[in-house]
C-alpha cells in the first residue's frame, strides 16, 4: 500500500455530498468533514477572500450544506468572515492548529501513525537518526508487534559513518572525501568491507536514493536506510527499516526502501529550524 496517496478529489466530493446515512451504511467517512477539509485546502491553494456562493460553485457542493461548513469553520477561527463584503478567508485559527506540529517535535507527531503502521506491516524496527559530530544518535523509534523484534535505544549511538544509514550520509550528507575516508576508519564491521568496495556501495545509494546493509555492520540484522535533509537541503539525519537477516527478501527490501523514501521527504517538509 502507498501510504502517502492521496484520494482522489472527485471522489472525496462525491463522498462529501453523499448521505450521511448511505455512507454509515458502506463505513467511510463522514461527509461534512470531508467537506471541511475541501474547503480548507480550498483557501489554502487560492488565499482571496471569496464568498459562499463562489466556494460552492468551485467545489461542486450544495450552498446550504456549503454555508453550514463554512458557519462552523469560522466559529473555530479557522475561517473569518467579513459582512461588508460577504466574503470568507482563512483566520488564525488555522495557524494554531498548524503550529503545533511545526515546532520542534511537530514533524515526528504528524508522521507517527504512518511510521507505527509501516513498521507492524513490515514486522520492522524503524528509526530516526540524526547526526551529532562524529556519530549518528537516535532521536525516536517505531517497534512492531512481533514476539521477536530489534530493539533500539533512544540516545544510542553509532559511528557516522556505520552501516546503512552510513552510507546514505556518505551519499547525502555532504562530506568532503578526507572526511569520509576518516570516519569509515572509526567503523567497526562485523564482516569488514574494503573502502573502495563500500564506495562503490555509496555511488549505487545515490543513484537509486536508499542504502542497505546485509549483516556487515552487524551480524543477522539488516537495514535499509534514506536521507532525511533539512530545509537548507542538506542530509544531516536518517530513517532506517531494521529487521533480521534474511527476514524480507531483495524484493521486499526495495519496497520497503520506496516507502521510506517518500515519508523520508515529507520529514523533511514538515522540519522547522532543523528540529523534528
Not at 539488516?222 to 537477516?245: C, I, K, N, P, W
Request: charged share 25%; glycine share 8%; net charge neutral.
Amino acid at each position: 500500500m502507498d501510504v502517502l496517496v492521496e484520494p482522489d478529489p472527485v471522489q472525496r466530493i462525491a463522498r462529501a455530498t453523499t448521505p450521511l446515512a448511505e455512507l454509515a451504511i458502506e463505513g467511510r467517512t463522514i461527509p461534512a468533514i470531508v467537506t471541511a477539509a475541501l474547503v480548507i485546502e480550498h483557501f489554502c491553494e487560492t488565499r482571496p477572500r471569496a464568498r459562499m456562493t463562489e466556494i460552492a460553485r468551485r467545489l461542486e457542493l450544495p450552498p446550504s450544506s456549503c454555508f453550514s461548513i463554512l458557519k462552523t469553520l469560522v466559529e473555530e477561527r479557522i475561517l473569518s468572515f467579513d459582512a461588508a463584503t460577504k466574503t470568507y478567508a482563512l483566520d488564525y485559527g488555522l495557524a494554531a492548529i498548524g503550529r503545533k506540529y511545526l515546532t520542534p517535535g511537530g514533524a515526528l507527531r504528524a508522521v507517527d501513525p504512518i511510521l507505527d503502521e509501516l513498521a507492524r506491516r513490515h514486522a520492522a524496527t524503524l528509526v530516526i537518526w540524526r547526526r551529532a559530530a562524529r556519530h549518528m544518535v537516535v532521536v525516536d523509534r517505531w517497534e512492531n508487534s512481533s514476539p521477536s523484534q530489534l530493539h533500539v535505544d533512544v540516545g544510542a549511538r553509532l559511528p557516522l559513518l556505520a552501516g546503512a544509514m552510513g552510507r546514505a550520509m556518505a551519499a547525502f550528507g555532504g562530506l568532503k572525501p578526507h572526511e569520509i575516508s576518516r570516519h569509515f576508519a572509526r567503523v567497526r564491521w562485523e564482516t569488514p568491507i574494503a573502502f573502495d568496495a563500500w564506495l562503490a556501495e555509496v555511488d549505487l545509494v545515490r543513484e537509486r536514493g536508499w542504502a542497505e546493509d546485509n549483516g556487515r555492520l552487524s551480524a543477522g540484522i539488516s537495514t535499509v536506510s534514506v536521507g532525511v535533509r533539512a530545509l537548507d537541503g542538506r542530509v544531516d539525519a536518517v530513517l532506517s527499516a531494521t529487521a533480521f537477516h534474511g527476514q524480507h527478501d531483495a524484493e521486499r527490501r526495495s519496497a520497503i526502501a520506496v516507502e521510506l523514501l517518500k515519508i523520508g521527504a515529507l520529514l523533511g517538509d514538515l522540519r522547522i529550524g532543523g528540529g523534528f
